[in-house]
C-alpha cells in the first residue's frame, strides 16, 4: 500500500529540539547534562511533566512537582526554568518540505505532546513567535495537542485517533519524531517510523521513501 499520509512530531522536528535548550540551561546552572530528561524518565506516566503535558495540573502546579522530583535527584530545579526552554525555533527545511507535500496530495498531520503553558499549541513566550508557529500549524489538516486531547504519546491511542481523524490506515503513514519511545508505537501499528535526528537527515529519510528530493531553502 503506497504512502498517501505524513505525521509529523513538532518540538524537535518542525522546530529545534528542547533538549538542546534544556542542555545550555542546566551548563548555566551547573547541573548535569541531560538532568531534565532524567527527571522527566523516572515514573514516565505519572510524574509531573506526564500530568502536564495531560493538562491534569496547572503551571504553577507543575512548577512545584517538578521542583520536588529534581530535589529527590539531588539538586535544585524549578518547573518554570523547564517551561521557559520548550520553544524551539521553526526549522524553514522543514516548512517548505511541508508544502511539498500538500502541492502533490498528501495528507499531513501533527501529534504534539505540549503543555497549558505559553502561547498556542508551540507554547511560545512572545507574540511574534506564537504567530509563526500559528502560520506553520496551517499546513496541518490535523493536529492533536496532548494537553488537549488528554492522551500523550507513547500511548497507542493518541495515533489511532490521528488515523482516525484523516480516514487512513497505519500502513499508508509515515511517522517523524525525535523521540525513538514515541516512535515505536506507531512502527507497532504499521506506520513507517523515522526517528529525527536533525532536519536534513528527517527529509534525507523521508524523501527515500517517498522517492523525492526535499531542497534545503535558499539552495
Known amino acids: ?9 513538532f518540538g524537535g522536528v518542525i522546530t529545534t529540539s528542547p533538549f538542546e535548550a534544556f542542555n545550555r540551561m542546566e551548563a548555566k546552572r551547573g547541573l548535569p547534562k541531560d538532568f531534565v530528561r532524567s527527571v522527566n524518565s523516572r515514573n514516565p506516566d505519572n510524574n ?12 504553577t502546579e507543575f512548577d512545584a512537582l517538578f521542583a520536588a522530583e529534581a530535589r529527590v535527584l539531588g539538586h535544585e530545579l524549578d518547573g518554570a526554568s523547564v517551561i521557559a526552554c520548550l520553544s524551539g525555533d521553526i526549522r524553514p ?10 502541492a502533490k496530495g498528501f495528507k499531513i498531520g501533527c501529534i504534539t505532546n505540549n503543555v497549558p503553558s505559553g502561547k ?10 506564537a504567530a509563526a508557529i500559528a502560520a506553520v500549524m496551517q499546513h496541518f489538516d490535523h493536529i492533536i495537542e496532548s494537553s488537549k486531547a488528554g492522551v500523550r504519546k ?8 490521528m488515523c482516525d481523524a484523516l480516514a487512513v490506515e497505519p500502513s499508508q503513514c509515515i511517522y517523524l519524531d525525535d523521540l525513538g519511545i514515541n516512535c515505536k508505537p506507531a512502527a507497532a501499528m504499521g506506520m513507517a517510523a523515522i526517528k529525527v535526528t536533525s532536519g536534513a537527515q528527517a527529509l534525507n529519510d523521508l524523501g527515500a521513501l517517498l522517492a523525492l528530493t526535499f531542497t534545503p531553502v535558499g539552495v
Open 120 to 129: 498556542g499549541a508551540g507554547m511560545a513566550v512572545s507574540d511574534d513567535k
Open 48 to 59: 509531573a511533566w506526564a500530568k502536564f503535558e495531560r493538562a491534569e495540573c496547572s503551571a
Open 93 to 102: 527545511d522543514m516548512v517548505a518540505a511541508l508544502d511539498i507535500l500538500k
Open 154 to 161: 507513547p500511548d497507542p491511542r493518541i495515533y489511532a485517533m
Open 1 to 9: 500500500m503506497a504512502f498517501n499520509t505524513i505525521i509529523f512530531d
